[in-house]
């Protein structure tokens, strides 16, 4: 395995690497996410992810849009059932209410 220590570490080299990213890969095993800030500064910055459900991915999640997942949705991962169970919810309530402004 290759590793790379980056001396200096700064916001400046920070943007850089991010601007220069294409794909965020982020493949933890899952329950060993850490609190995911990298990817979060990738997605703010338009960097699509390809990551396991887990940690932040978990909420910043909708795939083929935000990214993709790998692999399937680990059954341990209450966090990500209760995310889901909201996001539906509110999906469902946004689909109401636009079908109500139409009629």
């Known amino acids: 395995m290759h590793t790379v220590f980056l001396d ?3 916001m400046e080299v920070g943007g850089k690497i991010t601007a220069g990213v294409d ?3 982020n493949t933890p095993q899952f329950p060993l996410e850490a609190s995911g800030t990298s990817g979060m500064k990738a997605a ?10 887990d940690g932040w991915w ?3 999640h909708i795939e083929g849009v935000t990214g993709w997942s790998i692999g399937e949705l ?5 966090r990500f059932n209760r995310q889901r169970r909201r996001s539906r919810i509110a ?4 689909r109401t ?3 109500a402004a139409l009629l």
């Open 58 to 60: 978990v909420e910043g």
């Open 23 to 25: 794909l965020w890969l």
């Open 91 to 94: 999906l469902s309530q946004t």
């Open 74 to 78: 680990h059954r341990g991962n209450r």
């Open 97 to 99: 209410h636009h079908s």
């Open 8 to 10: 200096n570490y700064n």
């Open 44 to 53: 703010l910055n338009g960097v699509p992810s390809l990551s396991i459900l």
